[in-house]
Nanobody
Framework: QVQLVESGGGLVQNGGSLRLSCVTS????????MNWYRQAPGKQRELVAR???????EYADFVKGRFTISRDNDKRAVYLQMTSLKPEDTAVYYC????????WGQGTQVTVSS
Protein backbone atom coordinates (compact mmCIF):
# COMPACT_ATOMS: atom_id res chain seq x y z
CA GLN A 1 0.00 0.00 0.00
CA VAL A 2 1.25 3.45 -0.91
CA GLN A 3 2.36 5.56 2.01
CA LEU A 4 2.42 9.35 2.17
CA VAL A 5 4.46 10.71 5.08
CA GLU A 6 4.29 14.43 5.72
CA SER A 7 6.64 16.25 8.08
CA GLY A 8 8.10 19.65 8.85
CA GLY A 9 5.16 21.37 10.48
CA GLY A 10 5.31 23.24 13.73
CA LEU A 11 4.44 26.40 15.62
CA VAL A 12 5.68 29.65 14.12
CA GLN A 13 4.96 33.31 14.60
CA ASN A 14 3.11 35.49 12.14
CA GLY A 15 5.49 36.17 9.25
CA GLY A 16 7.59 33.08 9.87
CA SER A 17 8.63 30.29 7.52
CA LEU A 18 8.45 26.52 7.38
CA ARG A 19 9.43 23.85 4.88
CA LEU A 20 7.16 20.85 4.62
CA SER A 21 8.20 17.51 3.19
CA CYS A 22 6.17 14.61 1.89
CA VAL A 23 7.96 11.36 1.24
CA THR A 24 6.02 8.80 -0.72
CA SER A 25 6.22 5.21 -1.86
CA UNK A 26 4.37 5.97 -5.09
CA UNK A 27 5.41 3.77 -7.98
CA UNK A 28 6.44 5.84 -10.99
CA UNK A 29 6.31 8.97 -8.87
CA UNK A 30 8.08 10.96 -11.55
CA UNK A 31 5.06 10.92 -13.88
CA UNK A 32 2.60 12.03 -11.22
CA UNK A 33 1.25 15.50 -10.68
CA MET A 34 1.48 16.08 -6.94
CA ASN A 35 -0.59 18.37 -4.77
CA TRP A 36 -0.36 19.89 -1.32
CA TYR A 37 -3.67 20.29 0.48
CA ARG A 38 -4.62 21.68 3.85
CA GLN A 39 -7.51 21.34 6.24
CA ALA A 40 -8.25 23.84 8.96
CA PRO A 41 -10.48 22.97 11.92
CA GLY A 42 -14.12 22.89 10.90
CA LYS A 43 -13.32 23.43 7.23
CA GLN A 44 -13.06 21.25 4.17
CA ARG A 45 -9.74 20.15 2.79
CA GLU A 46 -8.53 22.57 0.14
CA LEU A 47 -5.89 22.57 -2.55
CA VAL A 48 -2.85 24.70 -1.80
CA ALA A 49 -0.37 24.01 -4.59
CA ARG A 50 0.31 21.63 -7.45
CA UNK A 51 3.40 20.53 -9.36
CA UNK A 52 3.25 18.56 -12.58
CA UNK A 53 5.67 15.94 -13.82
CA UNK A 54 7.13 18.69 -16.00
CA UNK A 55 7.73 20.95 -12.99
CA UNK A 56 4.88 23.29 -13.88
CA UNK A 57 3.40 24.77 -10.73
CA GLU A 58 0.06 26.23 -9.72
CA TYR A 59 -0.98 27.91 -6.51
CA ALA A 60 -4.17 28.83 -4.76
CA ASP A 61 -4.65 32.58 -4.73
CA PHE A 62 -4.32 32.70 -0.98
CA VAL A 63 -0.71 31.43 -1.07
CA LYS A 64 0.60 32.93 -4.30
CA GLY A 65 3.87 34.70 -3.80
CA ARG A 66 4.37 33.15 -0.37
CA PHE A 67 4.57 29.38 -0.92
CA THR A 68 6.75 27.39 -3.31
CA ILE A 69 6.17 23.77 -4.25
CA SER A 70 9.01 21.58 -5.50
CA ARG A 71 9.78 17.92 -5.98
CA ASP A 72 12.64 15.43 -5.99
CA ASN A 73 11.79 12.47 -8.17
CA ASP A 74 14.79 10.45 -7.02
CA LYS A 75 13.52 10.65 -3.46
CA ARG A 76 9.85 10.40 -4.49
CA ALA A 77 9.24 13.48 -2.41
CA VAL A 78 7.40 16.76 -2.73
CA TYR A 79 8.10 19.89 -0.70
CA LEU A 80 6.32 23.08 0.27
CA GLN A 81 8.38 26.10 1.24
CA MET A 82 6.13 28.47 3.14
CA THR A 83 7.10 32.05 3.89
CA SER A 84 5.29 35.09 5.27
CA LEU A 85 3.00 32.75 7.16
CA LYS A 86 -0.27 34.11 8.49
CA PRO A 87 -2.56 32.86 11.27
CA GLU A 88 -5.09 31.84 8.60
CA ASP A 89 -2.51 29.36 7.25
CA THR A 90 -2.99 27.30 10.40
CA ALA A 91 -4.09 23.85 9.29
CA VAL A 92 -3.01 20.26 8.85
CA TYR A 93 -1.14 19.95 5.56
CA TYR A 94 -1.29 16.85 3.37
CA CYS A 95 0.12 15.71 0.07
CA UNK A 96 -1.45 13.45 -2.52
CA UNK A 97 -1.50 13.08 -6.26
CA UNK A 98 -3.72 15.05 -8.65
CA UNK A 99 -6.74 12.85 -8.06
CA UNK A 100 -6.12 12.20 -4.37
CA UNK A 101 -5.78 8.57 -5.36
CA UNK A 102 -3.90 7.29 -2.36
CA UNK A 103 -4.81 6.84 1.30
CA TRP A 104 -4.22 10.08 3.13
CA GLY A 105 -1.21 10.32 5.40
CA GLN A 106 -1.33 11.68 8.90
CA GLY A 107 -0.54 15.18 7.70
CA THR A 108 1.65 17.71 9.42
CA GLN A 109 0.25 20.41 11.69
CA VAL A 110 1.15 24.02 10.95
CA THR A 111 0.18 26.57 13.58
CA VAL A 112 0.83 30.26 13.04
CA SER A 113 0.48 32.48 16.07
CA SER A 114 -0.61 36.09 15.77
Amino acid sequence: QVQLVESGGGLVQNGGSLRLSCVTSIFMFSIKTMNWYRQAPGKQRELVARISNGQNTEYADFVKGRFTISRDNDKRAVYLQMTSLKPEDTAVYYCNDYSATYPWGQGTQVTVSS
